[in-house]
């Protein structure tokens, strides 16, 4: 161990590499992948990553935004990239240089895209986004806005220099359990296959309809479509172990302190822990500047090769504290486990009262990643 890494993720490519291969497996035959990449890969490195789906066949990746976008293109990603988000059209030059393809969520943006491709003469490449519950982005089609919606995405599709390859939409409760979110789900999925209809008819078809984001590809099977767009799932989450699907980040330190503190006394700020008996202390370099929640502060433990030890006090930006009186074994420079293989990062997303994917992403910049 190189203890200049004060702490590190450790990142397994061969699980990426696993899971996208189960959950290609598991897909209707024709069916295309694209893995979500945005927020740095949930952590675990966007660039590593798309590498490694680009080497195993995926045919699109999805990011955030721009800045996403290019970082992949500067790294040499050469497979088409959808951006999920809004981009200026100022930029649509950009985009067509970089061959990316822009997300179009209503009728003025992609007037205002067309306008831009227009002045370069050259096409860029679209994917309508359909809002059928989600309430965020895209077309308005529920209800009362479903006739208006249908005029507005076909003159979306016709404007000029605007190549509508795709269309989408985004599932809000596929990975909640119940009846009322199984309705609301396949009530959005029947929108969706409605807003498809209406368009055929008026002579708008797409090479790619895609809507099974990770909760999806799980739960509806029905709804692979064209394409697929895991997320979560591709990191080794979210399936309830249905799929053999395997976590691809562990996120590891080190003990750089150990100290013995008497019965009585208060530990880290505010004094929110006070020591019931003479207390083995042990101190790790990581805070909730490297990831660690502070809503974690005394509700959780580590793992360590001697079995779990607990945290003490409120959670500092750069260290915490952890209880070794208990694990004599424990040692200076010995390992600890925040997640990964001993501790799921599921365990301790329910012990913070939050999901998985905010422990993943929260993994700050300044923590290395190690690629093993």
């Known amino acids: 161990m190189d203890l200049r890494k004060r702490t590190w993720a450790e990142i397994s490519l061969d699980n990426i590499e696993h899971n996208y291969r189960t959950i290609r497996a598991a897909l209707p035959e024709g069916c ?3 893995g ?4 740095d890969a949930y952590g675990h ?6 590498r490694r789906l680009e080497a195993a066949g995926a045919e699109y990746l999805a990011v955030s935004c721009l800045d996403e976008a290019a970082e992949l293109r500067d790294a040499g990603i050469k497979m088409p990239v959808l951006i ?14 970089r061959d990316l393809t822009q997300t179009v969520t209503c009728e003025a943006k992609a007037i205002e895209y067309s306008r831009e491709a227009a002045r370069l003469g050259s096409p860029l490449r679209v994917h309508i986004k359909v809002d059928t519950g989600m309430s965020r982005l895209g077309f308005l089609t529920a209800g009362g806005h479903f006739d208006q919606g249908i005029r507005n995405i076909v003159s979306a599709c016709v404007q000029p220099f605007l190549e509508p390859e795709g269309i989408y939409t985004h599932f809000a409760v ?10 609301y789900t396949l009530g959005q999925f029947d929108l969706f296959t409605h807003v498809l209809g209406a ?3 008026e002579g708008i078809t797409f090479k790619i309809r895609h809507c099974a984001n990770s909760g999806a590809v799980v739960n509806y099977k029905e709804t692979a479509m064209d394409m697929v767009r895991p997320g979560l799932l591709l990191y080794g989450f979210g399936d309830g172990g249905r799929l053999g699907l395997r976590p691809c980040m562990r996120l590891m330190t080190h003990v750089s302190t150990i100290k013995y503190i008497d019965r009585g006394l208060p530990v880290s700020y505010g004094g929110t822990f006070v020591t019931g008996r003479r207390t083995r202390m042990g101190v790790i370099p990581i805070g909730y500047a490297d990831g660690l929640l502070r809503s974690l502060s005394n509700n959780c433990s580590f793992a360590t090769g001697s079995g779990p030890a607990p945290q003490r006090g409120r959670i500092c930006m750069d260290m915490c504290m952890i209880d070794l009186t208990d694990l004599p074994e424990v040692n200076l420079e010995s390992l600890i486990e925040i997640f990964g293989e001993a501790q799921s990062v599921e365990d301790l997303a329910a012990r ?5 994917y905010e422990l993943l992403c929260s993994v700050s910049k300044r923590v290395p990643r190690v690629y093993v």
């Open 199 to 201: 368009l055929e008819k």
């Open 174 to 183: 596929s990975d909640e359990p119940g009846e009322e979110a199984r309705a």
């Open 36 to 39: 979500v990449v945005k927020a």
């Open 84 to 97: 999920l988000g809004h981009t200026p059209a100022e930029f649509v030059p950009e985009l067509i240089a």
């Open 32 to 34: 295309k992948f694209l």
């Open 45 to 50: 490195g966007a660039v590593a990553v798309s």
């Open 352 to 356: 913070a009262g939050t999901i998985p």
